[in-house]
């Protein structure tokens, strides 16, 4: 009996190690002739799409004209130099990696007043790639803020706007996931404003100066202010 427990306990520990024996081979793979400085291209060498995804989780604060939140942001790409079949791979269906193993798109946010605030970048990211490419590149809280607001008596308005920082628009295309933002998980905290709602749009602008298209993606937040309760 004490046998057998030890030859199942033995079994499971090679099974776990054949596992990792297969994310090693996998990695080494994947990895042996990718230069994670050059981008990926969209099929047909068009613009390769990168969808960005906002989640607003909580309401920080909206104090002289600068609205703070608490989001989850993710990107999602897809990167046809690392996908694989997961058959040959003992199934392995994804993988997940530090984000500085592979290239990964430098989409920034516009109109931030981010340098007052300490960037939660001190955790190594990490992603997960799947066997077809696709890329999910998930950031934890992250506290932002903008001071693109409007604002009147009743309600505040505020845009958050993301796009690549070095790359045009013929090189990487910024698309949005959802056109409205789910709110469902939005804590309103104690803030004195009420969380109407936020869309998303997509923009393409050409410059004066180049012939080259940018692209952003827009997310306009609006709240209501209450009134103060006496
Ligand atoms: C990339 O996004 C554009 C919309 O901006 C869409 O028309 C196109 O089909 C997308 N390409 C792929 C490969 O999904």
């Given at each position: 009996m004490r046998f057998l427990i030890i030859s199942l306990v033995f079994?499971?520990?090679i099974n776990v190690d054949a596992n990792v024996g297969e994310k090693v081979r996998l990695v080494d793979d994947l990895f042996q002739n990718y230069h994670k400085a050059i981008e990926p291209v969209g099929p047909k060498d068009d613009p390769l799409n990168i969808t960005h995804m906002?989640?607003?989780?909580?309401?920080v604060g909206y104090e002289d004209g600068i609205l703070t939140l608490?989001?989850?942001?993710?990107?999602?790409?897809?990167?046809?130099?690392?996908?694989?079949?997961?058959?040959?791979?003992?199934?392995?269906?994804?993988?997940?990696?530090?984000?500085d193993m592979l290239w990964t798109p430098d989409v920034e946010q516009l109109f931030s007043a981010n340098e007052l605030l300490p960037k939660n970048t001190e955790h190594a990211r990490r992603l997960q790639l799947f066997s077809d490419g696709t890329i999910l590149y998930p950031?934890?809280?992250?506290?932002?803020?903008?001071?693109?607001?409007?604002?009147?008596?009743?309600?505040?308005?505020?845009?958050?706007q993301f796009s690549p920082w070095t790359y045009?628009?013929?090189v990487i295309n910024v698309i949005n996931q959802d056109d409205v933002l789910n709110s469902d998980l939005l804590h309103p905290g104690k803030s004195s404003l009420h969380f109407v709602s936020a869309s998303a749009r997509r923009n393409?602008?050409?410059?004066?100066?180049?012939?080259?298209?940018?692209?952003?993606?827009?997310?306009?937040v609006t709240f209501i202010k209450l009134p103060k309760s006496a």
């Open positions: 079994v499971s520990v906002l989640q607003i989780r909580r309401l608490d989001v989850w942001e993710t990107l999602s790409w897809e990167d046809k130099r690392l996908g694989w079949k997961p058959d040959a791979y003992s199934d392995l269906a994804s993988l997940s990696l530090p984000t950031t934890h809280n992250q506290i932002m803020n903008t001071y693109k607001c409007q604002e009147n008596k009743e309600w505040v308005s505020c845009d958050l045009d628009g013929t393409v602008v050409t410059y004066a100066c180049c012939p080259q298209p940018y692209v952003d993606v827009t997310y306009t």
